[in-house]
């Protein structure tokens, strides 16, 4: 008995050990990710001076509110920056929702000839990185349909995705086809299915898709680099690149723009945080 009581006193202290490790790194862990964010905040609080000027630390001196009212007063178009961004991401957003949830719907029930040939193409566009596509799409935007400074040349290239396809295929597979034969004796037209039973039973892996192709969309800054050269029609990702000149940078004033950059990500995170945990598994149900 007393062999008994050391051997789990010991694991319990083992246990004790181990929890504190993993906390320890844990906190370490947290630090390091969350220690840019500290960075961008407490720089975007200092006074909108040159880089070569500024006198950065990490504990800040005091607190003003001037390098936000610079980057709002150094464009006419620092609204418009925001406003642009959100269009762009809404559309693209939107787009993704509606195609990419039909799309997958037609895969996983609907059958049609070739649609297997169809879907590994898709698949396969996956494989390919986005670098590698950018010229021939900048062509076709650019030198065929001559979108160059529109939103036309942010949104369609985005519109949709074989990711969102494929996610939206795997989840729809699972649903029971019973219901959608229910539907359909009942007088159901695809389109009444959709929007009447696969929509509502799909609201979680939507709600994911949206979430996720909003972030892509409002922090993309490498594909509207090559489509936009007038200022007024910049996202504000691309927009923080006004205050860097060749000889000097208003380094406040771009912190500045960056949190209110990165604002609706932080709230659309807390505000759905939920369908986030969903989204690490919903791709991994059995098709």
């Known amino acids: 008995m007393s062999v008994f009581l050391k051997s789990t006193k010991r694991m319990q202290r083992s246990d004790r050990v181990y929890v504190a490790v993993s906390l320890l790194i844990l906190l370490i862990a947290a ?20 880089a070569a000027s500024a006198n950065q630390t990490l504990i800040p001196r005091y607190v003003t509110l001037e390098s936000y009212k610079f980057f709002f007063q150094f464009s006419d178009h620092s609204l418009r920056w925001i406003l642009n961004s959100a ?3 809404l559309c693209v957003t939107a787009g993704n929702v509606l195609v990419a949830g039909l799309a997958g719907y037609a895969f996983a029930k609907i059958s049609f000839r070739g ?3 169809l879907f590994w193409m898709f698949l396969i566009t996956m494989m390919i ?3 590698v596509i950018q010229i021939p799409l900048y ?33 729809t597979t699972t649903l029971p086809t019973e219901i959608l034969e229910s539907a359909k004796i009942d007088g159901c037209s695809q389109p009444q299915i959709f929007t009447r039973i696969v929509a ?22 490498l594909w509207p680099t090559l489509v936009i050269t007038k200022d007024e029609m910049k996202t504000i990702q691309l927009g923080l690149t006004s205050f860097r000149f060749q000889n000097s ?26 369908y986030f945990l969903e989204g ?4 991994a149900v059995k098709g």
């Open 87 to 89: 269009i762009v991401a």
């Open 139 to 171: 062509m076709l935007i650019i030198n065929t349909f001559k979108l160059r400074d529109t939103y036309a040349a942010l949104i369609l290239p985005g519109l949709c995705t074989a990711y969102n396809i494929f996610l939206m295929k795997q989840f």
């Open 31 to 50: 630090v390091v990710m969350l220690f840019p964010l500290y960075f961008m905040v407490i720089t975007s609080l200092d006074r909108p001076v040159e």
């Open 280 to 283: 690490v598994t919903i791709g």
């Open 129 to 131: 990185p986005y670098q």
């Open 200 to 221: 509502p039973l799909s609201k979680t892996v939507l709600s994911v898709m949206a979430i996720t192709t909003f972030m892509d969309s409002w922090n993309n800054f």
């Open 249 to 274: 940078t208003f380094f406040a004033p771009m912190m500045a723009g960056a949190c209110i950059a990165a604002l609706p990500m932080f709230i659309l995170f807390f505000a759905l945080q939920k």
């Open 115 to 117: 649609s297997r040939i």
